[in-house]
């Protein structure tokens, strides 16, 4: 029963994580003002606001305009009740659970945001970083000696490589939110989690360019992607199995 009500508390926060991350990128306030559709406008009633029930029912359009709902309306409300689930599962005590579903919305709001807009905004990554060693006091686990070279890092590393990229190429290959990212996960998870959070990333990156040379888009040399999507989705892939994390 406890699963059960932290699934559908976090489906609702992760309705909310879509719409800061839908609204976020264009400026727009997501403190107030009514949910509408995209394409027509039109406010969404209580019943269409239903996380996950409203996307089924809809099949995945529009109940004004018919417009196709991008999948990411789904996907956030999917990913916001897998982090509470999970913060139940392995954050131990109230403060605990409260601390790990945080940092879980966040990386799914980062992870939003970077798929869609190639965006990681510092307002969210430096704070988060920040986070992840004063967790330190709610979750023992790990360290906060481990947390801070995992911050240290985690950011190094990518901003070693960002760098050194950028002089041998002339252009850049990591957006500069990347190494703040990762220095963040290393923040909330230890420094020993990074090359399992590192290599996760890597072969969902290789699904990514797979599922994109299936659809007839080949990724090249110059081709966008979203690192940051595919290092959040690794950490929340290490909350769930990794070991000696957490509780």
């Known amino acids: 029963m406890v699963f059960v009500l932290a699934f559908v508390v976090g489906a609702v926060i992760g309705s909310f994580v879509t719409l800061v991350a839908d609204r976020l990128p264009h400026g727009e306030t997501w403190v107030t003002g009514r949910s509408s559709c995209r394409s027509c406008a039109h406010p969404l009633g209580p019943l269409e606001l239903v ?86 006091l709610v979750l023992p686990f790990p360290a906060f000696g481990e947390r801070a070279l995992g911050l240290a890092l985690g950011w190094l590393a990518l901003e070693a490589l960002r760098q050194g990229y950028r002089r041998l190429r002339h252009r850049e290959g990591l957006g500069g939110g990347d190494p703040k990212l990762l220095g963040a996960i290393g923040a909330w998870l230890g420094a020993s989690s990074l090359p399992v959070v590192v290599l996760v990333a890597a072969l969902i990156g290789l699904a990514w360019a797979g599922l994109q040379a299936a659809r007839g888009r080949p990724a090249g040399g110059t081709t966008p992607i979203p690192l940051g999507t595919m290092l959040a989705l690794a950490a929340l892939a290490w909350i769930a199995f990794g070991q000696g994390v957490l509780a």
Do not use: K, N
């Not at 897998?82 to 919305?105: K, T």
């Open 51 to 136: 996380p996950l029930v409203s996307y089924i029912v809809q099949r995945g359009r529009c109940a004004h305009c018919r417009a196709v709902l991008p999948p990411d309306l789904w996907l956030g409300e999917l990913g916001g009740a897998a982090v509470a689930v999970i913060a139940v599962a392995r954050g131990g005590d109230p403060a605990g659970i409260m601390a790990l579903a945080l940092f879980g919305w966040a990386l799914v709001l980062l992870a939003l945001l970077d798929a869609r807009h190639l965006w990681l905004p510092d307002a969210i990554t430096l704070p988060l970083a920040a986070g992840g060693l004063a967790a330190a």
